[in-house]
C-alpha cells in the first residue's frame, strides 16, 4: 500500500483558506484510493481538519498569541523530523514550503502561485517565503501547480527547472447548492469574496461599484469574509457606505451568498487558481472576472471579463451582466457545464497518479 505523509504547517497557518481546503480535500479522498495517509499536528488550528484524521485541536473560539502559534510550530517541526526518520512513508508531501527532503521516499510539493514572487518588496515575509519555496523546488521530485499559468509562472522565475517535472492538477469544488438557501442581505447585491489585501484589487473594485450604485439606487456590495473593513476601506466608500455590508459567513451561508447575488465579481490582479470562480459556478451564481493570470484558464467561456486595472471596464462589465436577465441565465447555464472539468475526486486520483508515477522515477 503506497503511504504518504502531510506535515503540519497548515493546520497552523490557516484557520480557513484555500490552501488548507486543498490538503484536506486531496487528503481525505485518498484512503478511498488504497493509500495509507499519516498527518501528524499536534492541536490543530484549522477549521477543515477540526475534529478529524485524529488530529487534537485547540478548544474551540481560543485566540491564538502569536507566541503559542511559535511554540507549537516548534514542537511540530521536531515532531515531523522524528516521523519521517521512523516512519517507512513512500512520498513526503509537504503542505507549505517550510520543509527538506526526507533521508527517504520522494518529494512531493504543490506551488499554489508566485504571488510572493510576483509582489516581491510588499510582504513582509516575502524574502523568507521566496528562499523557501526556491529551496523545496529544486528538492522535489516533482512539483505540482495548481493550473498551467501556475506552471508557467514557475518557469518563468525558476528557469532550470525541467517541465516534465512538473504535472498540473486542478482544484475541484467543495461548495455546492442543491437546495434554496436565504439570502445573507435583503437588498440585491454585488457579492465580493474573501481577501482585500493588495493584489485582490478591492480599491479598484470600490470605485467601479461607486459608477454601479450611482446608476442603480437599489445595489448593494456583499463582502463575505475577508474581516471587517478597515477604516480607509470605510472612508473610501463615501456616500454609499450604507450600501457597502461585510459578513463572515459559513459554508452554507457563503452558498446563499453565491445563490442569491446578482453576480459574483473576482476583480483579483493575480491568482494561483481562483477556486471562488468553481463556488460560483456550483451555486448558479453568474461570474464576473479580471481578465487576468489563471482566472480565464478556470472560468472559460463561463465568464464577462474587464481589465483588473480599468475601474470604468470593470464596472461596465458589472453593469453588462446585472441588466441583462437573458445573459445571466446564460452564465448559470454555462457555469454549470464549465464545473463538470473540474471536481476534488478527479484532483484526488490524478494526485494518486502523480505519485504513482515519481514512485516509478518518471
Not at 521516499?105 to 510582504?123: A, C, F, P, R, W
Not at 461548495?175 to 434554496?180: D, N, V
Not at 466608500?237 to 457597502?244: H, N
Not at 442569491?260 to 468553481?278: K, R, T
Request: charged share 25%; hydrophobic share 35%.
Amino acid at each position: 500500500m503506497l503511504s504518504v505523509y502531510y506535515d503540519y504547517q497548515i493546520m497552523l497557518a490557516q484557520k480557513f483558506g484555500g490552501i488548507s481546503r486543498y490538503i484536506y480535500e486531496i487528503s481525505s479522498r485518498l484512503p478511498g484510493f488504497g493509500v495509507d495517509v499519516n498527518m501528524n499536528c499536534i492541536r490543530n488550528h484549522n477549521y477543515y481538519f477540526s475534529g478529524r484524521m485524529g488530529i487534537s485541536d485547540f478548544p474551540a473560539n481560543k485566540f491564538l498569541r502569536l507566541s503559542e502559534l511559535a511554540t507549537f510550530h516548534y514542537v511540530n517541526k521536531a515532531a515531523r523530523f522524528f516521523d519521517l526518520r521512523r516512519g517507512n512513508y513512500d512520498i513526503f508531501h509537504p503542505t507549505y514550503y517550510y520543509a527538506s527532503r526526507p533521508s527517504h521516499g520522494k518529494l512531493i510539493v504543490t506551488v499554489h502561485d508566485m504571488t510572493h514572487e510576483k509582489y516581491s518588496g510588499i510582504y513582509p515575509v516575502n524574502e523568507r517565503v521566496i528562499r523557501a519555496k526556491k529551496r523545496i523546488v529544486h528538492q522535489a521530485d516533482r512539483i505540482i501547480a495548481v493550473s498551467e499559468n501556475t506552471k508557467r509562472d514557475i518557469l518563468s522565475y525558476y528557469s532550470d527547472v525541467d517541465p516534465a517535472k512538473i504535472s498540473v492538477i486542478y482544484h475541484g469544488a467543495s461548495m455546492s447548492s442543491r437546495e434554496s438557501l436565504p439570502s445573507p442581505l435583503e437588498h440585491d447585491y454585488v457579492l465580493y469574496v474573501g481577501g482585500r489585501e493588495m493584489y485582490k484589487n478591492f480599491p479598484r473594485f470600490t470605485e467601479a461599484m461607486k459608477e454601479v450604485m450611482t446608476r442603480h439606487k437599489n445595489i448593494h456590495v456583499l463582502c463575505a469574509g475577508g474581516g471587517s473593513f478597515t477604516r480607509g476601506e470605510a472612508s473610501s466608500f463615501g456616500e454609499f457606505s450604507a450600501r457597502f455590508h461585510q459578513a463572515g459567513l459559513s459554508d452554507e451561508g457563503l452558498a446563499g451568498a453565491y445563490q442569491n447575488a446578482l453576480c459574483f465579481v473576482f476583480p483579483s490582479e493575480y491568482e494561483g487558481f481562483g477556486i471562488p470562480i468553481l463556488e460560483a459556478f456550483a451555486c448558479d451564481c453568474p461570474v464576473v472576472c479580471s481578465r487576468s493570470s489563471s482566472l480565464p484558464e478556470v472560468a472559460g467561456e463561463s465568464a464577462v471579463y474587464f481589465d483588473p486595472l480599468d475601474s470604468r471596464d470593470m464596472a461596465g462589465a458589472v453593469l453588462k451582466v446585472i441588466e441583462d436577465e437573458a445573459l445571466r441565465e446564460r452564465l448559470r447555464s454555462s457555469g454549470r457545464e464549465r464545473l463538470k472539468l473540474f471536481g476534488w475526486d478527479k484532483a484526488a486520483r490524478e494526485t494518486l497518479e502523480c505519485y504513482k508515477l515519481t514512485l516509478k522515477g518518471e
